[in-house]
């Protein structure tokens, strides 16, 4: 059974920082790795998806890395800023058997 | 290109009673997941239906049940609800081929509360 955990499970940064937010699963077998942004009381922004036969993926100011051998993945952030803040969940793609998600990391940029 | 609905988006049962939640995917998307989301468990796969057929469960009371139409829209219905059923209940959508296939889009989600 796939198992999603991500660390740190809070972090609080001031504005302008480069931050990295980490994700390991514990089956290598996935179809896909993506992130996510959740807004309190809100639905599912994805972020960035890198397929398993990718290695890393980038949109603006995040950047995705996936490592299927060691089954880990990190988002990096880049310039941090205010509306950065959220909580980010990382989510291992089994195909049909759906997405298997971390507990998330609950960001706060300071400004 | 309009995204994934939800309705209703909040909802109030009472132990004991039923509900019935909607989802509209993407135009396109023929693939359509429900996922429950609460505070102890975090998110967790609930089930996905693809061309009306239920192609995976999670690991979920029968009480927990869903359908797909031939236009790709699902429900999902709950029986006999649990105070522990209150939860953020979430549809994603996503269109089975290609590259791209199993990226997942997220519906802003039904909120319900069991009293």
């Known amino acids: 059974k796939q198992e999603v955990t991500q660390i740190p499970a809070a972090l609080s940064v001031p504005e302008g920082e480069n931050l990295v937010l980490n994700c390991s699963f514990t089956?290598?077998?996935?179809?896909?790795l993506q992130w996510f942004r959740q807004d309190p009381g809100k639905g599912l922004t994805s972020l960035l998806l890198?397929?398993?036969?990718?290695r890393e993926q980038t949109s603006g100011r995040l950047n995705a890395s996936l490592d299927k051998s060691s089954g880990r993945s990190t988002l990096y952030i880049a310039a941090s800023q205010p509306g950065d803040s959220a909580t980010y969940l990382c989510a291992a793609g089994g195909g049909a058997d759906g997405l298997t998600f971390g507990k998330g990391t609950h960001l706060i940029i300071q400004p | 290109k309009a995204g994934v609905t939800q309705t209703p988006r909040y909802l109030i049962k009472t132990r004991g009673q039923q509900v019935t939640l909607s989802c509209s995917p993407i135009?396109?998307?023929?693939?359509v997941s429900w996922y429950q989301q609460t505070p102890g468990q975090g998110l967790q796969f609930l089930f996905e239906y693809f061309s009306e057929t239920q192609r995976n469960k999670g690991n979920f009371p029968g009480r927990f049940s869903g359908r797909q139409f031939s236009n790709s829209r699902s429900e999902m219905n709950v029986s006999t609800l649990e105070l522990g059923d209150s939860a953020l209940y979430l549809c994603a959508s996503s269109w089975t081929g290609g590259l791209s296939s199993y990226e997942q889009y997220f519906g802003p989600g039904t909120r319900l509360t069991v009293t």
């Open positions: 135009s396109g998307h023929r693939s």
């Open positions: 890198i397929q398993s036969s990718q």
């Open positions: 089956d290598s077998a996935i179809y896909n």
